[in-house]
């Protein structure tokens, strides 16, 4: 069974950085796309951003282009998510999840228990 872990969350100043991490536990991180997510109160789950397998191909929601850059350590089974020129806007609980093939367009099917990001004014 796969297990997804974020952490990295926490409270910043607009404009300021933060780095969340997801550590996948078992087998299952080779030959997987990866996604991270986010659900900000009273809003919908959004997609933020996802990295196919093995890694040379990211993906972007236009929101978040050009301030987020998600990357993956293979040999680390970790996906990560920097986060740049944060804006009050990015508040959220951010979550990571697993896709079902090596493209991200194959969806998800595994979800960590997410981590909250808020950025103050």
């Known amino acids: 069974q796969v297990q997804l872990v974020e952490s990295g969350g926490g409270l910043v100043q607009a404009a300021g950085s933060l780095r969340l991490s997801c550590a996948v536990s078992g087998r299952t991180f080779n030959d997987y796309a990866m996604g991270w997510f986010r659900q900000a109160p009273g809003k919908e789950r959004e997609f933020v951003a996802s990295?196919?397998?093995?890694?040379?191909?990211?993906y972007y929601a236009d929101s978040v282009k050009g301030r987020f850059t998600i990357s993956r350590d293979n040999a680390k089974k970790t996906v990560y998510l920097q986060m740049n020129s944060l804006k009050p806007e990015d508040t959220a609980v951010y979550y990571c999840?697993?896709?079902?093939?090596?493209?991200?367009?194959?969806?998800?099917?595994?979800w960590g228990q997410g981590t909250q990001v808020t950025v103050s004014s």
């Open positions: 990295i196919n397998w093995p890694g040379e191909r990211k």
């Open positions: 999840a697993r896709g079902r093939g090596m493209q991200p367009s194959q969806g998800y099917d595994s």
